[in-house]
């Protein structure tokens, strides 16, 4: 997970690797964005270092690498919340986006992925929780046992997919809460590939 920032200065580095072939110097990156100091810049750079964006290499020159052709940046759009609860009715609303690693984030390349902000315990089994972004992929097909954002007669809701006996049905992680077994309709709109958990202020992906 990227803050805009931190994908502005590797966006910033990986450019400049590409039209000069080498590494910009951290004097270079302060002035390019206006940093007070260069102390700035080495904590962006230790930042994507410790995620997994840079390589450093120790006592050389100009010593950042970054795996340009490793690396595929997605911005994924989050639409609202989806109740990890009972199903219910929602609106599709753009509250933001997260910037992932498309491939640590287990996206296939040609998909289109989007996220939903989780409200609700049913899901808690699945080490899903309240408050947590889930990253899904919009593909209709799925795999009993699949983790998937569903339309069950109407409403929403994310659950496990499950099916018996030739019928699927939702399947919470929380004995609280009831399975969904559909009366008329069960249509998967997206499968879940990833999770984004806020702890201690900041973003941490679980694939």
Do not use: C, W
Not at 69 to 85: C, E, F, L, T
Not at 105 to 123: C, H, I, P
Request: proline share 4%; aromatic share 4%.
């Amino acid at each position: 997970m990227l803050t805009d920032r931190q994908k502005s200065v590797l966006d910033f580095i990986q450019a400049e690797q590409r039209e000069k072939g080498i590494t910009p110097s951290t004097r270079e990156i302060q002035n390019h964005f206006g940093f007070a100091s260069q102390t700035s810049v080495m904590q962006y750079i230790t930042t994507l270092e410790r995620k997994g964006f840079l390589n450093r290499h120790a006592r050389k020159a100009r010593s950042l690498i970054t795996p340009v052709q490793k690396v595929r940046i997605a911005d994924v759009p989050i639409y609202g919340q989806i109740p990890a609860g009972m199903a219910t009715l929602t609106e599709q609303t753009v509250l933001g986006h997260v910037s992932l690693d498309a491939k640590s984030a287990n996206a296939s390349k040609n998909r289109r992925m989007f996220a939903l902000q989780v409200r609700g315990d049913s899901m808690i089994g699945g080490h899903i929780l309240d408050g947590d972004i889930v990253i899904l992929e919009d593909r209709k097909e799925v795999r009993n046992g699949d983790i998937v954002a569903a339309l069950i007669d109407g409403e929403t809701t994310l659950k496990r997919y499950i099916v018996e006996r030739g019928r699927p049905y939702l399947k919470s992680e929380n004995p609280e809460y009831p399975n969904l077994h559909p009366a008329h309709e069960l249509e998967v709109q997206g499968v879940m590939v990833s999770l984004v958990r806020r702890q201690n202020n900041q973003l941490a992906r679980r694939g």
